[in-house]
T-cell receptor, first 113, second 109 residues
């Protein structure tokens, strides 16, 4: 039982390049989330998927797209990376019913030059 | 949206000391979690505690939902307790979490 896994762990991009961050969970959770964490700050929600087949914007969605590929997998795409997107990205999942504890992956550290 | 405030922002303790971290939130919530972010950046679940009191070893937490605050108690602190402690809250049925700014704890040997 690996919980929430993310790939890659580290990535360096040049401005304008694109990339996809991958996330998978093996806890049969309904909901999945993408957050970003900037230095000295708490996490902020980018996008979430409350259930398979649905996605919604969070607090900071500009410059990102997401795909809920199936119940297990939720990817985050940067179409044209900008230096302002340099951050640590965390994926999370939860059951989203009466017991709603959220579990986080190890994070992806992204630098955009 | 819901505002989450954590205090104190920074805390330095001597090993063996006790501490209390506070989380205030501005509206009703149906989810409240405490996390420890270790020096390697990993987020570790400490408590899922939308109300009531829980204990896990040297750590305990209390949430008073009617008064919109939660407390995290760390007793007999150890150097491995160092890191950032986050409170995060959620409301509604989407499961989204709003994070506080965190309390940075340094435990000195």
């Amino acid at each position: 039982n690996a919980g929430v896994t993310q790939t890659p762990k580290f990535q360096v991009l040049k401005t304008g390049q694109s990339m996809t961050l991958q996330c998978a969970q093996d806890m049969n959770h309904n909901s999945m989330y993408w957050y970003r964490q900037d230095p000295g700050m708490g996490l902020r929600l980018i996008y979430y998927s409350a259930s398979e087949g649905t996605t919604d914007k969070g607090e900071v969605p500009n410059g990102y797209n997401v795909s809920r590929l199936n119940k297990r997998e939720f990817s985050l795409r940067l179409e044209s990376a900008a230096p302002s997107q340099t951050s640590v990205y965390f994926c999370a999942s939860s059951r989203t019913d009466s017991y709603n504890e959220q579990f986080f992956g190890p994070g992806t550290r992204l630098t955009v030059l | 949206g819901i505002q989450v405030e954590q205090s104190p922002p920074d805390l330095i303790l001597q090993e063996g000391a006790n501490s209390t971290l506070r989380c205030n939130f501005s509206d009703s919530v149906n989810n409240l979690q405490w996390f420890h972010q270790n020096p390697w950046g990993q987020l570790i679940n400490l408590f899922y505690i939308p109300s009531g009191t829980k204990q896990n070893g040297r750590l305990s937490a209390t949430t008073v939902a009617t008064e919109r605050y939660s407390l995290l108690y760390i007793s007999s602190s150890q150097t491995t307790d160092s890191g950032v402690y986050f409170c995060a809250v959620g409301s509604g049925n989407t499961g989204k979490l709003i994070f506080g700014q965190g309390t940075t704890l340094q435990v000195k040997p």
